[in-house]
């Protein structure tokens, strides 16, 4: 069945307000360079059943391994962040709060609701992507949108502790998002994505469902004085928002 023609993304008002959500900190995206996606980690279907009863229950498993490079060099900098900055900042909070976040903003992108961003996405970011919005297709904003229990992994990637020359101090976390979506989607457009066969339900229905990745970057500044606030200032959703 065809999708809906969206004739254009433009910012809604919104009563939304979200007020210390996300593990009592908001989060924030990425306006440099963005590193390109590592491969994305396996994923095998799995049955709790034998037999006729195979297709029933039928789950994914996924699992990765880690550059044990960037592993050691992102608990160096979760250490430093302890120390100096955050003695309460656990990586596991923040890698929870950090998925509540990406479900909820990439939510918002697929429905065009740029005014309820404010507060969690830079307000630089927002015009950037309300440009790319306006061009998107409707099957490409459809699969923009995360449920959590869509979310099949997740890992912490680049971690930068920097400072301005006027004082001020930034941490930035880049994490990285792997998901599953059931939008269509043209072939073409998505060479190197893998597709899964995933069994829903008791009686087992097969539904076609894509891999896809994406990338959002949180910064918080720790400036003293400065409100304890994370925000989204990189957003990046492979082969769809770029």
């Given at each position: 069945m065809a999708l809906p023609v969206?004739?254009?993304?433009?910012?809604?008002?919104?009563?939304?307000?979200?007020?210390?959500?996300?593990?009592?900190?908001?989060?924030?995206?990425?306006?440099g360079g963005r590193p390109r996606l590592p491969p994305p980690p396996a994923l095998r279907p799995f049955s709790s059943a034998a037999g006729g009863q195979q297709n029933?229950?039928?789950?994914?498993?996924?699992?990765?391994?880690?550059?044990?490079?960037?592993?050691?060099?992102?608990?160096?900098?979760?250490?430093?962040?302890?120390?100096?900055?955050?003695?309460?900042?656990?990586?596991?909070?923040?890698?929870?709060?950090?998925?509540?976040?990406?479900?909820?903003?990439s939510r918002l992108l697929s429905k065009c609701q740029l005014d309820a961003l404010e507060g969690l996405v830079a307000k630089d970011l927002i015009g950037k992507l309300e440009e790319k919005l306006n061009l998107m297709p409707s099957n490409?904003?459809?699969?923009?949108?995360?449920?959590?229990?869509?979310?099949?992994?997740?890992?912490?990637?680049?971690?930068?502790?920097?400072?301005?020359?006027?004082?001020?101090?930034?941490?930035?976390?880049?994490?990285?998002?792997?998901?599953?979506?059931?939008a269509r989607l043209p072939e073409d457009t998505m060479e190197g994505t893998r597709v899964f066969q995933v069994a829903l339900g008791e009686e087992g229905k097969a539904e076609t469902k894509r891999l896809l990745s994406a990338n959002y970057e949180f910064q918080r500044e720790f400036t003293k004085g400065v409100a304890p606030a994370w925000t989204i200032t990189g957003i990046e959703h492979s082969k769809l928002l770029d």
């Amino acid at each position: 069945m065809a999708l809906p023609v969206l004739r254009g993304c433009h910012r809604v008002s919104s009563t939304l307000k979200i007020t210390r959500l996300f593990l009592n900190e908001s989060p924030v995206l990425n306006r440099g360079g963005r590193p390109r996606l590592p491969p994305p980690p396996a994923l095998r279907p799995f049955s709790s059943a034998a037999g006729g009863q195979q297709n029933q229950n039928q789950k994914v498993v996924v699992f990765g391994i880690p550059n044990p490079f960037i592993w050691v060099r992102t608990r160096m900098y979760y250490f430093l962040i302890r120390v100096y900055f955050d003695k309460e900042f656990r990586i596991e909070e923040f890698s929870e709060g950090a998925k509540q976040a990406f479900s909820h903003v990439s939510r918002l992108l697929s429905k065009c609701q740029l005014d309820a961003l404010e507060g969690l996405v830079a307000k630089d970011l927002i015009g950037k992507l309300e440009e790319k919005l306006n061009l998107m297709p409707s099957n490409y904003k459809k699969a923009l949108s995360v449920e959590p229990e869509e979310i099949m992994y997740t890992t912490p990637g680049d971690v930068r502790i920097y400072y301005h020359d006027d004082g001020r101090t930034f941490v930035s976390i880049l994490m990285r998002f792997w998901y599953l979506t059931s939008a269509r989607l043209p072939e073409d457009t998505m060479e190197g994505t893998r597709v899964f066969q995933v069994a829903l339900g008791e009686e087992g229905k097969a539904e076609t469902k894509r891999l896809l990745s994406a990338n959002y970057e949180f910064q918080r500044e720790f400036t003293k004085g400065v409100a304890p606030a994370w925000t989204i200032t990189g957003i990046e959703h492979s082969k769809l928002l770029d």
